[in-house]
């Protein structure tokens, strides 16, 4: 059974001055006990789409179903099935009140979905254990750590056992020890608990080690989908950079290799040569042998898998390198777009 | 129900919120309890002089009313502040994500809003009682009635603002656009029939003018009156307009 099943969904914001379309017409499918990365760079759409399959937002077109709820009919029924942690960047948190202990928090998340309080409170008990929050129960949310609260947003999310949890840029923010351990909590999510977990993230390595599959989305439509490793053999292939000692020796290895069935493409960069392969370890002992047979002597080879940024430049044109400016097109969904009135 | 269900829960939570900082409910009565100190004694000497206008009796049972009146314009209008903080933690959104009622969020919070005025308002009308104000109990019972209701509109329509606005830069300089003049506007601290045809006339289009007017009737022990009755019909149809605009922009789908 597909978890989220969307089809055509968008979303207009119009204000007095312009109209964005913040998202053009996506459509999601995903599956039972997926991790699925919404990847994008700021503006893209990302959050805008998570808010519409949150029933945050309302689509001004396309349909979904979500757990099993009409996402337009049912709204409600779609709350009660699916758990969500809110973004924490820019000016907004990710949903714990700074002025309420860990405890409080969990026990009104519970309530507000009925969950009897003998079993809340073994539910709470398992959650504090395993996001490892066990012994803050007293604490307020403002005194917590960083990736403790950020533990505690996605607790709240976890609290009535939902089968499907939208999780918001759930890394942004902390440092790499933290967020590396949050992967582990949402890994464990999938494999002990069965959850589909949708999320989206800016990060690259987080969608490579964390998801999957994969949806980059830019501009407010979704330009590519798959598995990380066939989206980086698709888009960019391997690269393998061959140096040798003089020019003359790398532009002679660059007529001696054109010929090969493998090679996609060829730069030749002084003494170095950038080829394009398609399957790098395959091709390369092929390449080695026929520079030999052509008696030229290689100083050093490099073979480099492509990144999921390198897929990212290869699709759009831009980085999506966390130092990298945003600047996002005239049609890119404003700030915080989804919040606005 | 459900909803009386969502509505306790988030009353007991903002309840427990404010209880863990009960500074900002003493905060909020320094400034009426610094008039009834300061101006009520001023007040009496001027009442007492015979001045037309001033409904004979006690000066301080018309002046507490307007006190108490001010403690909920000041107290009640500003809690859209807490919102816009609510909206930034990212608690609303939290919410609204949950099967919670929508409106159970409005409602929770503007119950304990009553609340917190009631407490105070007890509070005044006993420091009111010390300086000498005389008045029957079922009229200080009508009043805190009054103020009560008047607590919901206020606090209603504060969320509402905030809400929309997610700005306290533009939220402070709006809601005093609004509560100084109606404050002024209903004659809270002088009878505004003192003043000339016009001003009078203005105050007539303002609600506070008519609530006012009924509490220092109650405040006095007199009840079965047009003015009463007018008083009444006014608090209670701000009351609902103010909550049926309100639950309108929290059950919206983007808020």
């Known amino acids: 059974m597909a978890m989220i099943e969307a089809e055509g969904l968008a979303r207009v914001f119009r204000s007095r001055r312009h109209t964005v379309e913040a998202v053009r017409g996506v459509d999601i499918t995903v599956g039972e006990g997926e991790i699925v990365g919404f990847l994008g760079p700021n503006g893209a759409g990302k959050t805008t789409t998570l808010r519409m399959l949150t029933t945050l937002l309302r689509p ?84 917590l750590s960083g990736g403790q609260r950020r533990r505690l947003d996605i607790a709240l999310g976890l609290v009535h056992s ?85 020019a003359a020796g790398g532009a002679q290895a660059g007529l001696v290799l054109a010929g090969q069935p493998d090679v996609k493409d060829i730069a030749a960069d002084g003494p170095s ?13 092929a390449l080695l042998r026929s520079l030999d047979g ?10 480099a898998r492509p990144t999921l940024d390198d897929v990212f430049l290869t699709l759009t044109g831009r980085s999506l390198r966390d130092d990298s400016p945003v600047q996002p097109g005239p049609d890119a969904e404003p700030e915080l777009a989804g919040t606005a009135s | 129900m459900s909803f009386f269900r969502d509505t306790f829960l988030i009353f007991r939570r903002q309840l427990r919120l404010s209880l863990r900082n009960p500074a900002w409910v003493i905060i909020g009565l320094i400034q009426p309890i ?54 930034r933690a990212g608690v609303i959104e939290r919410f609204r994500v949950t099967p919670v009622s929508r409106t159970a969020l409005l409602a929770g919070r503007v119950l304990r809003d009553v609340v917190t005025l009631l407490v105070q308002a007890v509070v005044l009308v006993l420091a009111g009682l010390a300086f000498g104000m005389r008045a029957p109990f079922a009229g200080v019972l009508i009043g805190l009635g009054f103020i009560a209701v008047v607590a919901i509109s206020l606090s209603a329509i ?95 789908e983007n808020a």
């Open chain 1, 162 to 246: 939902p089968r499907l949890v939208f999780l918001d840029e759930p890394t942004t923010g902390l440092d790499p020890q933290s967020r590396s351990n949050l992967w582990d909590h949402v890994r464990a999510l999938r494999d002990e608990l069965g959850s589909t977990v949708f999320l989206t993230t800016h990060y690259l390595e987080e969608a490579d080690a964390l998801c999957d599959r994969v949806m980059v989305i830019d501009h407010g439509k979704i330009i590519a989908e798959g598995v990380p490793d066939e989206l980086k053999h698709r888009i960019s292939g391997d690269v393998i950079t061959l140096s040798f000692g003089t």
């Open chain 2, 34 to 87: 610094l008039y009834l100190v300061f101006f009520g004694p001023l007040l009496s000497k001027i009442a007492g002089g015979g001045l037309s206008g001033f409904p004979p009796g006690n000066s301080y049972s018309f002046f507490v009313p307007g006190l108490l009146i001010q403690l909920g314009l000041f107290g009640a209008a500003f809690v859209g502040f807490t919102i816009i903080s609510d909206w």
């Open chain 1, 273 to 285: 040569l950038r080829l394009s392969v398609d399957h790098g370890e395959q091709a390369l002992p």
């Open chain 1, 294 to 303: 052509a008696g030229l002597t290689l100083e050093s080879v490099q073979l």
């Open chain 1, 60 to 143: 001004t077109a396309g349909t979904a179903t979500v757990a099993g709820a009409d996402l337009l009919r049912d709204p409600l029924g779609v709350r009660r099935r699916i758990g969500y942690a809110p973004q924490a960047i820019g000016i907004t948190a990710g949903g714990s009140d700074p002025n309420c202990t860990v405890i409080e928090e969990l026990r009104i998340q519970a309530q507000v979905y009925r969950i009897p309080p003998a079993d809340a409170a073994a539910r709470i008990r398992l959650l504090l254990d395993q996001l490892e929050l066990a012994g803050l129960e007293k604490r307020l949310c403002k005194t």
């Open chain 2, 158 to 252: 504060s969320y509402t603002v905030g809400l929309l606005l997610k700005s306290e830069d533009a939220l402070a300089p709006l809601i005093n656009m609004f509560v100084v003049p109606l404050m002024l506007l209903s004659g809270i601290m002088l009878p505004i029939t003192l003043g000339p045809g016009w001003l009078q006339g203005i105050s007539r289009a303002t609600p506070f003018r008519y609530i006012i007017d009924a509490m220092r009737q109650a405040f006095h022990g007199v009840y079965a009156t047009t003015v009463m009755a007018e008083g009444i019909c006014v608090a209670v149809g701000l009351a609902a307009v103010c909550v049926f605009v309100a639950s309108r922009a929290f059950v919206r």
